[in-house]
């Protein structure tokens, strides 16, 4: 019997397994009149060494609002999106290219690229979005992680990268950023949008962006759940 179990948890297990990213170019612009659309931003200053770019600068940070054909079929979906990039400004419309690889023009490392993944499976599915404090708190968690060149243990009141001007979005941010190691609530499947636009030479033209999408639990793996459950109700009933 175990090793049918066995089986059958190698079969959940290998269709929970990633699928290819699409390389095609999309067109990217703003739900409404605003980039934010409903979500909550707040006015930061951001400074980091490591980028002559911004030294300081005042910013809105939060979840940007916006939508595109991001699973290749009729239509555009409405999606919320954050920012990746803090050498230039989101601009919109433009075009981008769903990658697996981000970014060419700055590349993430697979550490970032962990950490980033765990500060959305750890905190993302209780974020309330509208919430401007905790909106631009996970905003600047993200970007102290692409840009903090001491890396871990992360804080936006020092190091290469820091943030000023909310304290209350600079104390979410530590809290989300303090908690990486903690549980897990809710997997996602990360998506990279890198910007394509041709219109600035030499670079690109808008901010680089990721989205997320909960991963569910494949039909395999309800099907070990409800097994599972089965046999725990025949072994009550023979006891």
């Known amino acids: 019997m175990f090793k049918n179990f066995a089986c059958v948890l190698a079969l959940a297990l290998s269709a929970t397994a990633a699928t290819a990213v699409s390389a095609a170019t999309i ?10 659309g409903s979500n909550g931003s707040t006015a930061v200053q951001i400074t980091s060494g490591a980028d002559p770019v911004v030294s300081p600068t005042w910013v809105a940070a939060g979840a940007f609002a916006l939508k ?18 803090i ?14 690889s981000p970014f060419a023009s700055d590349p993430l490392t697979a550490l970032q690229k962990s950490n980033i993944g765990k ?12 919430n401007a404090t905790q909106s631009a708190g996970f905003q600047l968690a993200l970007w102290e992680i692409v840009n903090e060149t001491a890396g871990a243990p992360f804080a936006l009141g020092s190091g290469n990268f820091h943030a000023t001007g909310s304290a209350a979005a600079n ?5 989300l ?4 190691g903690g549980t897990q609530t809710q997997k996602y499947r990360m998506t990279f949008l890198q910007s394509t636009d041709p219109r600035i030479e030499g670079g690109h033209y808008s901010q680089n962006l990721v989205t997320v999408s909960p991963v569910p639990l494949p039909a395999a793996g309800l099907m070990l759940i409800a097994g599972l459950g089965g046999l725990g109700l025949m072994r009550r009933r023979r006891g």
């Open 27 to 36: 067109a990217l612009d703003k739900q409404g009149s605003s980039v934010f």
């Open 119 to 130: 500060l959305f499976n750890t905190a993302y599915s209780t974020l309330n979005l509208a």
């Open 87 to 100: 050498g230039t400004w989101l601009r919109l419309p433009s075009l981008y290219t769903v990658t697996g």
């Open 171 to 175: 104390n979410f941010a530590d809290l």
């Open 177 to 180: 950023l303090a908690g990486l």
């Open 68 to 85: 595109g054909d991001l699973d290749g079929k009729p239509g555009a979906e409405l999606f919320d999106a954050f920012c990746l990039d």
